[in-house]
């Protein structure tokens, strides 16, 4: 029997989780974007949460960033590089990164190990603020939420593996 050439790795379901996260930009006049600010810990960070049974990953991360938050978000479409094949493939389609316009899709994955036994995996997307940047809504009391300018907001967060994603995220919306 044959292996593949890959390396690889397989997870059953009790040994991985899938987290969704949602980088928020307020579009208007002047770009900005939105942190979370966790309180107990008081570190800086992207929103994002756990993807629950039978909801769609874009689903999970515009839920998380509306329960880190309070605020309403939409994903935005951008123009994007992506491995994956067009909507309307017919064939063979070459495995090759594409600039594709008014992608929805996720525009990069995290992955962290969870000690020996499993592996998160962060799938995130780029959104845009629904409506008029003012005080949230009801969120989750232990967050707390603020909109950066874009130049200021990476500076802000906590984690490395955060400033990556954002840095990519407003090469993106910037492009």
């Known amino acids: 029997m044959a292996s593949s050439p ?50 769609s990953r874009h689903e999970a991360a515009l839920r998380e960033f509306h329960e880190e938050t309070g605020y309403r978000a939409r994903l935005c479409p951008v123009k994007m590089w992506t ?36 592996v998160k995996i962060i799938w995130w997307y780029i959104a845009a603020l629904e409506g008029f940047v003012g005080e949230p809504g009801s969120h989750e009391k232990e967050f707390s939420s603020r909109f950066f300018p874009l130049d200021e907001a990476a500076k802000m967060l906590s984690f490395e593996n955060d400033r990556s994603v954002l840095r990519k995220a407003i090469s993106i919306i910037e492009g």
């Open 83 to 118: 491995r994956a094949p067009p909507k309307d493939e017919e064939g063979y389609v070459q495995d090759i990164p594409r600039l594709y316009p008014d992608l929805t899709e996720p525009f990069m994955i995290t992955t962290r190990q969870l000690g020996r036994s499993g």
């Open 6 to 55: 890959y390396m690889t790795t397989q997870y059953t379901s009790e040994e991985f989780v899938e987290s969704c996260g949602a980088i928020v930009f307020d579009l208007s006049q002047n770009k900005t974007v939105c942190l979370v600010h966790y309180q107990k810990t008081n570190e800086w960070l992207l929103a994002k949460g756990r993807r629950n049974c039978g909801e």
